[in-house]
Nanobody
Framework: QLELVESGGDLVQPGGSLRLSCAASGNTLDNYAIGWFRRAPGKEREGISYASRNGVHTKYADSVKGRFTISRDNAKNTMYLQMSSLQPEDTGVYYC????????????????????WGRGTQVTVSS
């Protein structure tokens, strides 16, 4: 059974950058479509970035488009979220998620489509 563990969350100043990692174990990540979600204080969980099994197809929420980049290294069984130009509204707990798909090209864009979740890593953007 796949397990996911996020890391890389930190306190960063506005305008700064962070890279989150999500290490998978128990199964090979290349069988899974992946996504990153976040929950800001007082708000519902929000999907922010998704990638297909082959990593070719990606999608971003408007709130992070052009600033965040999702990637995966299937050889390392790890996915990443590179975040730049961070703003206070990016503050929240960030979660990685994965779900097995038959197609290597499909993107899953709703949280109910994911059946494996990490426990989250805190990102705080503040001066």
């Amino acid at each position: 059974q796949l397990e996911l563990v996020e890391s890389g969350g930190d306190l960063v100043q506005p305008g700064g950058s962070l890279r989150l990692s999500c290490a998978a174990s128990g199964n090979t990540l290349d069988n899974y479509a992946i996504g990153w979600f976040r929950r800001a204080p007082g708000k519902e969980r929000e999907g922010i970035s998704y990638a297909s099994r082959n990593g070719v197809h990606t999608k971003y929420a408007d709130s992070v488009k052009g600033r965040f980049t999702i990637s995966r290294d299937n050889a390392k069984n790890t996915m990443y979220l590179q975040m730049s130009s961070l703003q206070p509204e990016d503050t929240g707990v960030y979660y990685c998620a994965a779900s097995r798909t038959l197609s290597t090209a499909v993107i899953l864009t709703s949280d109910y489509q994911y059946n494996t979740w990490g426990r989250g890593t805190q990102v705080t953007v503040s001066s």
